[in-house]
């Protein structure tokens, strides 16, 4: 799992309100190389929630992302390849998801986050 | 033996089920190939004697070779011929004439239903047939050729003991020594450049390096022939190699070696055991207009098949009004096989799934396994062939879409040579029984509620017919589904690089990535589905589609391929629509496709089991059923509490209303089910059933299957929903929503 994919990532337990965004306990990080696409990373920024990113990222050890930014910064290289490294590049290969308001772990083996709920929790 | 006259009594009516089950399928098969060479007269009917019989579960691919079967009958008789039905891909079934109807009499009553010692001791099924007078018999067999010069495919050469045992030797010690990489079926390994079966195509971007270098002989030899050296496109230097290692007993589907993929010739070297090949070619039948070139790709489409010839694709070649030509070559062990011009590119071939071959009476043992070694060389440019019909570089669309009936009609493992037996095992399982539907007592039940309200909770159908069957079967599900459906990849590509696809329900992950300038993200419910998916390279989660782990719209678009069929009730269908709408944005789009009951080839509604009563009741609310009804009696939309009285009137006539709900087969066969794993428990558990018949796992897939307008009523009562396209195609419903 990427962090482009925890960004999007929400804990809808029902009657949880304020399911997002999800932490993250990593045990383990795998980094595969990706071709940077300026064009897709300036198309997917204003989506993403980026203080989620950034939080994100830093409990990987990632600490390169600024804690504001504006889309004039999308012309430059550095950061460019910074905020492509962190979104695209970083798989947390095992660990967990915490719900920030139940603090429910949701596993992430082999890449993969088990997001299903439990028949209480729908 | 002891057989007391009540036992063996039974033992007839059963044999006799069976027998008319296989008589149906015959039938289909007889009109359908128009080869046969045989008829069984009806089973009704005073049966007159004939020289002929037909003898069921005896033939080559139970272990009997035709020549065994002849020596056998021969102690009742002159014997004239020993034939297996023409169409006839299991090879479990033969015609055996003989010259006195009072040899064939006497076969008969010492064998029919009994162990037959000369044979192992099977026991057979034996009628009297009658020849069909308008053919000849000779059609009923592909012929097998053993020299090229008499088989007549331009393009096509053998060369025979083309290299020596020893070098053989060395060729497979030195593959041996090497990574071998496991198929469904088989083991490969790839030189040069790898192939790979998703795209059915090379990356021209990634070469792995040169062929090994135990090969060079091979190579140098081969670049003497004629056929390099007087080439008219070059096929060397060869720089790619595929090495196939087929276990006895399995071939290779249906194709043609992609246009794009690969120029000049394809050259295959067989070793450590022979096998023939089949080539076959399709062709118009008649001068009638030509179909439209969409039509094209289904014959692609064969080639993801499991098997020979079937139902289906007789279906689609009568649909396209095209004929196929078959021939067989024998390709001995040692052998070099060359496939130029016409047989590399208009040619399908094909290696059946035997483990004894008949070389026109001969019967020819396949060894424990068989190894080829195929090279080819990596296209620069586009094909510029002059059959553009089988040309992804002349027809684009060739090249990603194998369109099938995505899920829908291609059950991989129905070889349909043995449907009958399916046929019968599921009504015998399931007990679906008919008359319970109409009696008074089920008509005075209690009435459930009309529309059961939303339950979050997974009803216990979809756990066990669903979920824990797609569980167990998902690497075997996963090896038969690449072919992408052309419209959903019509939808993705029409998406704006840069959006964010969510693929609700994405089974092995077929369509991630479908779109590479779109960023995909799958889920699904099935974790061994899922890990299919994260292996290809796929972002994807093991999540519920009724519960979308994702945050309010975010997306550009969702997809939904075959999914709400699974899901057992209408609050549930109409949720899951509902949060395909949540996680979209403002102007996101939406593609939903569902099984429809109005299925473009009626008969494979017959093999599949209608929901019980008990299952009915139960577990799925019926108010697709009663829409229906209401569609006809009317007006549409008005879907009112019935009251008693209108639900005695709509049970009573439930059979006059279009069955929706099914349990549809999946076959996983037994060198696919794990020793020990999930297979046997399911088999344990009464969840899947052995078929010792079809060496398969029999599972059951709980579906719904929506009738016309019902899919576009479900998303129509969703609040933010505005249907921007729907249409039906390949037996699926679709719709494209835009979230308002």
């Keep these: 799992m990427r962090l482009i994919t925890h960004n999007m990532l929400s804990c809808n337990i029902k009657g949880v309100t304020n399911g997002y965004p999800l932490g993250i306990e990593a045990s383990r990080l795998e980094t595969k190389e990706s071709e940077l696409n300026p064009e897709f990373l300036r198309k997917i920024f204003p989506k993403l929630e980026w203080k989620a990113l950034r939080d994100a990222a830093h409990s990987l050890g990632l600490n390169d992302l600024p804690e504001h930014v504006e889309p004039s910064m999308l012309e430059d290289a550095d950061f460019l390849k910074n905020f492509h490294h962190a979104l695209l590049e970083v798989h947390l290969e095992e660990g967990a998801l915490i719900c920030p308001e139940t603090g429910r772990r949701f596993p992430v083996t082999k890449g993969v986050p088990n997001m299903l709920l439990n028949e209480d929790e729908v | ?241 595929t090495v196939n290692e087929y276990p006895r007993g399995v071939g290779l589907s249906p194709h043609i070696d992609t246009h794009s993929a690969f120029q000049g010739s394809i050259i295959s070297l067989s070793l450590a055991g022979p096998c023939i090949m089949e080539f076959r070619k399709y062709k118009k039948k008649t001068a009638t207009p030509v179909d439209e070139i969409s039509h094209v790709p289904d014959l692609q489409e064969m080639s993801h098949q499991e098997d020979g010839v079937n139902d289906q694709e007789v279906a689609n070649l009568r649909q396209l009004n095209m004929e196929m030509e078959r021939k067989a070559l024998f390709l001995p062990q040692r052998s070099l096989l060359i496939m130029s011009e016409e047989a590399r590119y208009a040619w399908h071939h094909y290696i059946p799934h035997h483990k004894l071959d008949d070389i026109n009476g001969q019967i020819v043992s396949r060894g424990p396994r068989r190894v080829s070694f195929t090279f080819r060389k990596v296209r620069s440019g586009p094909c510029t062939c002059i059959f553009p019909e089988q040309c992804d570089s002349q027809q684009p669309h060739l090249s990603t879409l194998f369109p099938s009936n995505d899920d829908n009609v291609r059950e991989p493992c129905t070889t349909t040579s043995e449907d009958a037996y399916n046929e019968i095992s599921y009504c015998a399982t399931l007990s679906c029984n008919s008359e319970t539907e109409n009696s008074s007592e089920s008509s005075s039940k209690t009435v459930p509620s009309l529309v059961k309200p939303f339950n979050s909770v997974t009803p216990e159908i979809e756990k066990t017919y669903v979920h824990k069957v797609y569980d167990a079967i998902a690497p075997h599900f996963s090896s038969t589904r690449f072919a992408k459906w052309p419209k959903v990849a019509l939808f993705l590509n029409s998406l704006e690089a840069g959006s964010v696809i969510a693929d609700a329900g994405c089974g092995n992950g077929k369509y991630l990535g479908l779109n590479p300038k779109c960023l995909f993200v799958g889920c699904d419910i099935s974790p061994p589905l899922v890990e299919i998916c994260t292996q290809q390279g796929h972002e994807a989660l093991v999540a519920d589609a009724l519960h979308l782990p994702y945050r309010t719209g975010f997306c550009d678009a969702a997809i939904s391929i075959a999914v709400l069929h699974h899901l057992s009730n209408e609050g549930r269908r109409v949720r899951a629509i509902e949060e395909l709408l949540r996680v979209v944005h403002k102007k996101g789009k939406v593609l939903i496709t569902v099984w429809a009951v109005e299925q473009e080839d009626k008969k494979l509604l017959s093999k599949w089991t209608p929901l019980t009563c008990k299952y009915m009741d139960e577990w799925v609310d019926d108010v697709g059923t009663k829409f229906k009804q209401n569609l006809s009696t009317s007006s549409l939309g008005s879907i009112k509490e019935g009251s008693n009285e209108d639900l005695k009137e709509l049970t009573l006539e439930k059979d006059l209303v279009e069955q929706q709900e099914y349990f549809v087969p999946w076959h996983l066969p037994y060198h696919r089910a794990e020793v020990g794993g999930a297979s046997a428990a399911a088999v344990a558990s009464g969840l899947a059933k052995k078929d010792d018949t079809k060496r398969a796992v029999v599972y059951n897939r709980y579906y719904h299957c929506f009738v016309e307008g019902e899919l576009e009523r479900l998303v129509s009562g969703v609040p933010g929903a505005r249907i921007i396209d729907q249409f039906y195609d390949k037996s699926n419903w679709c719709v494209v929503i835009e979230r308002l």
């Design chain 2, 1 to 241: 033996m002891l057989s007391g006259a009540g036992i063996s009594k039974r033992k007839e009516l059963e044999l006799f089920g069976r027998e008319r089950m296989q008589d149906g399928q015959e039938e289909r098969r007889r009109s359908s190939s128009s080869s046969s060479c045989f008829v069984k007269p009806s089973r009704f009917a005073m049966e007159e004697p004939t020289a002929h019989l037909y003898v069921a579960n005896c033939g080559p691919a139970v272990g009997i070779p035709i020549s065994v079967i002849r020596d056998a009958f021969s102690m009742f008789g002159r014997v004239t011929s020993v034939l297996q039905p023409a169409g006839d891909s299991s090879g479990s079934r033969v015609y055996v004439s003989y010259v006195n109807v009072s040899d064939a009499v006497a076969a008969r009553q010492a064998w029919n239903g009994r162990p037959c010692d000369l044979l192992q001791g099977r026991v057979m099924l034996i009628q009297h047939a009658v020849p069909q007078q308008q053919q000849p018999p000779v059609e009923a067999q592909v012929p097998v050729f053993t020299l090229t010069k008499d088989i007549d495919i331009p393009g096509l050469s053998l060369y025979t003991d083309f290299i020596s045992p020893e070098d053989e030797q060395e060729l497979l010690t030195a593959v041996d020594a090497e990574q071998w990489t496991t198929l469904a079926k088989r083991r490969v390994q790839h030189y040069g450049y790898e192939f790979l079966y998703k795209t059915r195509n090379v990356d021209k971007n990634q070469k792995l390096g040169g062929l090994p270098l135990s090969v060079e002989p091979v190579l140098s030899k081969v670049a003497l022939l004629s056929e390099m050296t007087h080439a008219k496109e070059p096929s060397l230097p060869l720089d790619q190699l």
